[in-house]
């Protein structure tokens, strides 16, 4: 059974990174370096400028997941492939505010599959900042876990949570 994943969050989060961690082989990325258009020379950085993909098989499923830009100039991209998806991971750095990923989740709750989908926040970036206030992100009513994107061990692990949730194997309920 096909499950089709959105990942995304704000610009930096780890999306790109998490993305290419579920099965490297089969990573489709749109990363473009960046440009400092004030000195004219291309940066270090990279940053996604289209849809990035990547497929794992899990049991009697097969996750689609789709790694979304972070930027708002991209929200075109955000309504086309915000149709009629399964679950959605909303990764979100914990030194960003919460608002932004209110933004998202105020965006994609618009979305006819977002009621009856999956989802979950994944903090990044903790090694970087501390996370002042957890039960901040427990509002949303969402499961919430901290993920270091870099790691194939803890994608791993949230792959086969996913597993577990669409097996039925596991319930989450609204927290």
Same mark, same amino acid.
């Given at each position: 059974?096909?499950?089709? $994943? !959105?990942?995304?969050?704000?610009?930096?989060?780890?999306?790109?990174?998490?993305?290419?961690?579920?099965?490297?082989?089969?990573?489709?990325?749109?990363?473009?370096?960046?440009?400092? $258009?004030?000195?004219?020379?291309?940066?270090?950085?990279?940053?996604?400028?289209?849809?990035?993909?990547?497929?794992?098989?899990?049991?009697?499923?097969?996750?689609?997941?789709?790694?979304?830009?972070?930027?708002?100039?991209?929200?075109?991209?955000?309504?086309? !492939?915000?149709?009629?998806?399964?679950? !959605?991971?909303?990764?979100?750095?914990?030194?960003?505010?919460?608002?932004?990923?209110?933004?998202?989740?105020?965006?994609?709750?618009?979305?006819?599959?977002?009621?009856?989908?999956?989802?979950?926040?994944?903090?990044?970036?903790?090694?970087?900042?501390?996370?002042?206030?957890?039960?901040?992100?427990?509002?949303?009513?969402?499961? $919430?876990?901290?993920?270091?994107?870099?790691?194939?061990?803890?994608?791993?692990?949230?792959?086969?949570? !996913?597993?577990?949730?669409?097996?039925?194997?596991?319930? $989450?309920?609204?927290?």
């Amino acid at each position: 059974m096909k499950k089709k $994943v !959105i990942v995304c969050g704000p610009y930096n989060a780890g999306k790109t990174t998490f993305i290419k961690n579920i099965n490297p082989q089969e990573f489709i990325g749109t990363e473009e370096r960046e440009f400092d $258009v004030e000195n004219l020379i291309e940066k270090e950085t990279t940053t996604t400028v289209g849809i990035e993909m990547n497929f794992s098989k899990k049991e009697t499923h097969q996750f689609l997941f789709f790694g979304l830009p972070g930027q708002e100039k991209f929200d075109f991209i955000w309504e086309i !492939i915000g149709e009629n998806f399964d679950g !959605i991971l909303f990764l979100h750095p914990a030194y960003e505010d919460v608002r932004k990923l209110k933004f998202y989740v105020d965006f994609f709750s618009k979305t006819n599959s977002f009621s009856k989908a999956f989802k979950m926040i994944l903090i990044t970036h903790c090694d970087e900042a501390k996370i002042n206030n957890f039960k901040t992100f427990k509002q949303f009513g969402f499961p $919430v876990k901290t993920i270091d994107p870099r790691k194939k061990e803890e994608v791993s692990e949230i792959i086969n949570f !996913i597993t577990k949730i669409f097996n039925g194997d596991l319930y $989450v309920k609204n927290l």
